[in-house]
T-cell receptor, first 115, second 112 residues
Framework: NAGVMQNPRHLVRRRGQEARLRCSPM?????VYWYRQLPEEGLKFMVY????????ESGMPKERFSAEFPKEGPSILRIQQVVRGDSAAYFC?????????????FGSGTQLSVL | DQQVKQNSPSLSVQEGRISILNCDYT??????FLWYKKYPAEGPTFLIS?????DKNEDGRFTVFLNKSAKHLSLHIVPSQPGDSAVYFC???????????FGQGTRLTINP
């Protein structure tokens, strides 16, 4: 039973390029969460999605950031026109249909570096 | 608005001794509290949790204590081992919102 899979593990982009981060939840899980960890800071909630629905995007920056979780395929976190301040570790987590039920399972993260 | 605070960015403990990590929260309506452990270049992994109806939960070397009147959570690790060196995050479950809110983390170093 594979865990939460994120790819790529490392992503390097130049300022102004687009970054696409992918997350496949654990088998049987239909809820996906994206968190960001800036250098020397804690984990900050970004967005919570179910299949084809954004449930809570209160932590998403208003511009340049978007997320989707299509009916088929992984969840995608998309950052357009990246800036140096976007450099961070982005973690995806998943939970079963009944909800968090006490904990989330996290992937290994994508380290985004913006040059 | 920091709902969960870990005021110690780092902690250093001798191997074999007790490690105590602390966490304070602001909202008395939180009903589930968790500790996650994170190694460099890895995702956070769940360690132990406690419901608000309890004041203690134990799992092997790890014990979590909840003091609701003080809105304070602590994690005790005894005896501490070198493999415990990691960053520890406390988190609360916001049930209605179906999400976790994390503290800033405490970097624990166990010295041989």
């Amino acid at each position: 039973n594979a865990g939460v899979m994120q790819n790529p593990r490392h992503l390097v982009r130049r300022r102004g390029q687009e970054a696409r981060l992918r997350c496949s939840p654990m088998k049987g899980h239909s809820h996906v969460y994206w968190y960001r960890q800036l250098p020397e800071e804690g984990l900050k909630f970004m967005v919570y999605l179910q299949k084809e629905n954004i449930i809570d995007e209160s932590g998403m920056p208003k511009e340049r950031f978007s997320a989707e979780f299509p009916k088929e395929g992984p969840s995608i976190l998309r950052i357009q026109q990246v800036v140096r301040g976007d450099s961070a570790a982005y973690f995806c987590a998943s939970s079963p249909p009944e909800g968090i039920d006490e904990k989330l399972f996290f992937g290994s993260g994508t380290q985004l570096s913006v040059l | 608005d920091q709902q969960v605070k870990q005021n110690s960015p780092s902690l250093s403990v001798q191997e074999g001794r007790i490690s105590i990590l602390n966490c304070d929260y602001t909202n008395s309506m939180f009903d589930y509290f968790l500790w996650y452990k994170k190694y460099p270049a890895e995702g956070p992994t769940f360690l132990i949790s406690i419901s608000s109806i309890k004041d203690k939960n134990e799992d092997g070397r790890f014990t979590v204590f909840l003091n609701k009147s003080a809105k304070h959570l602590s994690l005790h690790i005894v005896p501490s081992q070198p493999g415990d060196s990691a960053v520890y995050f406390c988190a609360v479950v916001i049930q209605g919102a179906q999400k976790l809110v994390f503290g800033q983390g405490t970097r624990l170093t166990i010295n041989p």
